[in-house]
């Protein structure tokens, strides 16, 4: 054993760790050097201490309780599930001994793993248990004991840690604060809330402001709500607003609406009718649409709203498009109706043009 190795097998005890039997949502790890130690004492000096011990690459990790619902999270490549935690040829295979367990309802936990390389974080991963992982042959040291609320507290620090704004620093963010979002504690809540302010990089905010609205139930779709009608930032309520149409709460959409005849911005109002398009039931789209072609006063918004047009299901914008192309009473609009009615190869719409050239 390397002497750098014995040193950090030997800080364990010193940092209130002591060896423990294998749990239940320890991962299914293959070509990794696998230790197993329980957490006693306060989790961040501990977690701070083992990371400043690592000399050499490890693999540092725990399992929390994760938010419910079909949160499975793994690697999918040519129908093999698995991931590969270091850089591999591509040849390789992943077979874990023994069967996964088939659950009927969604994973409980969450795997929350750290890479650790010359005594800091290179990256933050996170994956349900039943996920299969190759270490790569590194040290991959299991800690048992960590409660929700200390993992968050340990993520949010990872997160805010953006002071040079490098892509390493960042990719590193991402994956904390979506691996925060997926936290069962309520404290996950107000930390996202934190990551969400205006002080915060704009990459970290829009992070956040995806996660808080698509995984934390009301309280994310309140405070996306308030960021899409409220934020400043222009790009900033354009992509609130994005994230309020990959919500499945009704009360999002609504949301999208109002931002669709009201926002102050062009590009705004106007990409919120493109995601209603693809999102909305036909009725709730089509009035919102309509509505900017009528009486929105930017030329460039009824251009986006008859694009928004051209992305509903089934043809359904059709037949709006040949009233637009017969009725309008802006000739601009009128020619870019024309436009998408020939880009659609739609029957009707052939039809219609047909009807014009004779």
Known sequence: MKPASWLALVSFAALGFLVSPAPAQQPRVENARMETRAVSGGFENIFQGLVAAQSSPAWIGYAVPVIKGD????????DVRGCF??????????????NPTVRL??????????RVENRQI?????????????GGGLPFLWLTGVTGADSVKVLLGIAKDTAGATREQLRRADSAVSAIALHADPSADSALDELIAVNQ????????????????????????????????NDKMREHAMFALTQSKDPKALSVVVDMAHNDKNARVRGQALFWLAQ??????AQSAITDA??????????????????QMPSGEGIPMLIQVARTNHNAEVRKQAMFWLGQSKDERALRYIEEVLK
């Not at 935690?85 to 023994?98: A, K, Y």
């Not at 992070?207 to 934390?216: P, S, T, V, Y």
């Not at 999102?279 to 709730?284: E, F, I, L």
């Not at 009824?302 to 694009?307: G, I, P, R, T, V």
């Open 85 to 98: 935690l270091e850089p591999h040829s591509g040849n390789e295979t992943i077979t874990v001994n023994g």
């Open 122 to 134: 290179g990256k933050v991963r996170s994956f349900t248990p039943d996920c299969e992982l190759d």
């Open 201 to 232: 990089p704009d990459q970290v905010r829009r992070q956040a402001i995806f996660w808080i609205g698509n995984a934390r139930g009301q309280h994310g779709i309140d405070v996306v709500t308030r960021v899409a009608r409220e934020d400043p």
């Open 71 to 78: 949160r499975q999270s793994c690697c999918w490549s040519n």
């Open 105 to 114: 309802e969604g994973p409980t936990h969450l795997m929350v793993l750290f």
């Open 279 to 284: 999102r909305a039931g036909q009725k709730v």
């Open 293 to 310: 072609i009528t009486n929105d006063p930017e030329t460039e918004v009824k251009k986006k709203a008859l694009f928004a047009l051209t």
